[in-house]
């Protein structure tokens, strides 16, 4: 009596711990083509900074130097808070079609896709950042006392903080709707309390307490490291790596929450 060997089923290769720079790039390469598809989204990302910049350095015509004082502030806001919001829902959107399940059926690490996420949305956050920075300085006329390069490097590194913050608020909202819900809890709190209304000493105690642990405030801080000092500061130092370690913690956090299935 003969038997049959049954076939083995093959087994589909696991994704590898290390990040792989070829993977990284085929997810960002992705990214950008959908994105190019999507005018509104690349516009929502590009132009809406300059145009507050442009109505903010208008509203106070009359008083220019109101403008100089807050607008650095604000040229590092504002690239935040569009990026966040085009961030998680984009990311939303690949969750809730299914994308994302396909891909990590894919021989693709989290961190592939993660970095591949955060890297074409950072090179629009380079161009974004470029753009209000060479808006507000060259023709509304931004009055800095330090170099610009400078207040472009904090412009960044908010634009990819609020890309990363994004990416990871994204795991937590079931539709669309619900990620631009995330926006009063994740960036109103810190645009209260990180010194542009007030400066965060004069606050009460605990507000300041609470402000001391917000990224905002320390983006906010660098930008007036520049507008006051001509060179580079200690102070502005620690608030760039600061910026740029939340942004890195928040991006891990964020290859966390990517499970084999989702909803």
Not at 15 to 24: D, Q
Not at 178 to 193: K, Y
Not at 246 to 258: E, K, S
Request: charged letters at 15%; glycine letters at 6%.
């Amino acid at each position: 009596m003969s038997t049959t060997a049954s076939t083995p089923t093959p087994l589909r290769p696991a994704p590898t711990g290390a990040l792989s720079p070829a993977r990284t790039l085929a997810t960002a390469a992705r990214v950008l083509r959908q994105l190019r598809h999507d005018p509104r989204t690349i516009a929502l990302m590009l132009l809406v900074p300059c145009v507050m910049l442009f109505l903010l350095r208008y509203v106070f015509d009359g008083s220019p130097r109101t403008f100089d004082t807050i607008g650095a502030s604000l040229l590092g806001i504002f690239p935040l808070i569009t990026m966040f919001l085009v961030t998680s829902i984009a990311t939303l959107r690949e969750r809730t079609s299914g994308t994302l399940e396909r891909l990590l059926a894919l021989p693709l690490g989290k961190g592939d896709l993660i970095a591949g996420y955060a890297l074409a949305f950072g090179a629009l956050a380079i161009v974004q950042s470029a753009l209000a920075t060479g808006l507000a300085l060259w023709f509304l006329d931004l009055d800095v006392t330090g170099s610009p390069w400078l207040l472009l490097l904090v412009a960044l590194l908010d634009a990819l903080l609020g890309t990363a913050l994004g990416l990871f608020v994204s795991a937590f909202a079931a539709s669309e709707f619900q990620a631009v819900q995330f926006m009063p809890a994740v960036i109103f709190p810190q645009l209260l309390l990180c010194g542009l209304f007030t400066a965060r000493d004069a606050m009460h105690p605990a507000l300041e307490a609470l402000s001391d642990v917000l990224p905002m405030s320390y983006a906010v801080d660098g930008m007036n490291e520049v507008l006051q000092h001509s060179d580079m500061t200690a102070a502005f130092v620690r608030d760039a790596l600061i910026v740029a370690g939340c942004a890195l913690l928040v991006l891990c956090l964020g290859a966390a929450t990517l499970r084999r299935r989702t909803v």
